[in-house]
């Protein structure tokens, strides 16, 4: 779960509709996965690390899936586990100890099932009863988050700063927005995506290479997270921002973060440098005379015409004025307006918004047994805490709940021990040793 709007409560699902023997069986034939139910009237984001999402509609019929391919399905579908090899208790108890075991789900009844993929599914070798190429039923996911009129580019707001989002560079647009992450010819062509050597020239000018990498033209300075170059060409220097710093007075003035500061360097020079990180979707983005908060780890570089400031938020940096920045995310970023709850795995950040309060899901809380002993010893499931935004601006979500790891938070944790006594120190001392071995 991502985030959700309206009035929506979560609670935990055993298992299968086949009750205890049916989620034991479930988990030896490695069909076993943690479910939850939601409830109420409102509009839930569903995403798992940034890969492909189907709907499928069942009429009556059933579909066998595996488990961890299985998203979300409708409360009035019901579900089972079916035996698709022999094996006996040998193999059930390697789909234990694997995953990968004799057996699969089935889903049947009426009402959608949300499968997901790494790649688009290719229904050919299944039954066509519709004559158009695809099984009856098999439909792709409404890709237009909640609220935003299909075909906006741009959110205006009435005497508001504004976050720009656009489309691939040889299309028709201004010179701002997010990218979609590929270039024209790959869009135009998805089904057969050639190849393409690079060179100094060829290189984009300010735009995606592909999905996850983007080539900065280099003409002065910029802003890098250390770590995300990847390659450059031309008369290009890369120094920390400390001793940069010694050297240009008006970096003190735009980069105003004593805890993330040994984690950035400033490219100079010309030419041009190409950024990634871990394979993630690359994104830019126009900031235009606004704010914007992001999480500092997924900041990978941005304009010196923009003024970084270390969030009240811990883990997020805060980027003020005009100009352009880049941000890594797992998988398709996804734009909502407030009121919404978001989670806290799958937040990005958000635009001209007020700073968000903490949501915990008292329901989830007290219809899990687990939540409440992991809540006693300190632990989270992720799903009872949720970041709760008001007012007016843009969200932004990552489609996955994968975090990367932010070191500055260490430094963030260790800055804050000064202010508890000897015994508060060694109480959360203990603490953390407990949760290590818990984990």
């Not at 007020?354 to 809540?375: E, R």
């Amino acid at each position: 779960m991502l985030g959700y709007d309206g009035q929506v409560a979560f609670r935990p699902v055993s298992g299968l509709s086949q009750g205890v023997r049916g989620a034991v069986g479930a988990m030896l034939a490695g069909e076993s996965n943690p479910l939850m139910a939601a409830e109420g009237n409102g509009n839930v984001l569903y995403g798992y690390r940034g890969l492909r999402v189907t709907v499928i509609d069942l009429a009556g019929d059933s579909l066998s899936v595996e488990a961890d391919r299985l998203l979300a399905y409708d409360a009035a579908l019901q579900t089972s586990v079916e035996v698709i090899a022999q094996g006996g208790i040998k193999a059930m108890a390697r789909g234990a100890l694997t995953g990968q075991g004799v057996a699969t789900t089935r889903v049947f009844g009426h009402g959608s099932v949300v499968v997901l993929s790494h790649w688009r599914v290719l229904p050919a070798a299944a039954q066509r009863r519709d004559g158009r190429g695809r099984p009856a039923g098999l439909r792709r996911p409404h890709r237009r988050p909640p609220g935003r009129p299909q075909g906006q580019g741009r959110v205006p707001r009435r005497r508001r700063a504004r976050l720009g989002r656009g489309v691939p560079a040889p299309r028709l647009r201004p010179r701002h927005g997010l990218r979609a992450g590929v270039r024209a010819e790959v869009l135009n062509n998805r089904e057969d995506p050639t190849m393409q050597t690079f060179n100094a020239d060829t290189l984009p000018v300010d735009d995606n290479v592909n999905d996850y990498a983007f080539s900065v033209a280099l003409q002065g300075e910029w802003f890098l997270s250390k770590g995300a170059m990847i390659a450059y060409y031309g008369d290009v220097g890369f120094e920390a921002v400390n001793t940069y710093a010694s050297q240009a007075s008006w970096v003190a003035a735009r980069f105003s973060s004593p805890i993330y500061v040994q984690d950035w360097v400033i490219a100079h020079g010309h030419g041009k440098v190409v950024v990634g990180d871990r394979g993630y979707n690359i994104n830019s983005f126009d900031l235009d005379d606004g704010n914007l908060t992001i999480k500092a780890g997924n900041l990978l570089g941005f304009d010196p015409a923009l003024e970084l400031k270390q969030s009240i938020v811990p883990g997020f940096v805060t980027l003020i004025g005009t100009g352009k920045f880049l941000a890594s995310s797992n998988g398709p970023v996804i734009f909502t307006k407030p009121p919404f709850r978001a989670d806290p795995e799958a937040l990005l950040g958000w635009a001209d918004c007020p700073s968000p309060s903490h949501h915990y899901d008292a329901h989830w809380m007290t219809q899990s047994f687990l939540a409440g002993v992991q809540g006693l010893l300190g632990r989270e499931s992720g799903e009872e805490r949720q970041y709760d935004f008001t007012g007016e601006g843009d969200i932004l979500l990552q489609s996955s709940e994968v975090v990367r790891e932010d070191p500055a938070v260490m430094r963030l944790v260790e800055s804050q021990t000064s202010l508890l006594s000897t015994g508060q120190k060694g109480i959360l001392g203990r603490q953390l040793v407990a949760q290590s071995q818990q984990q």
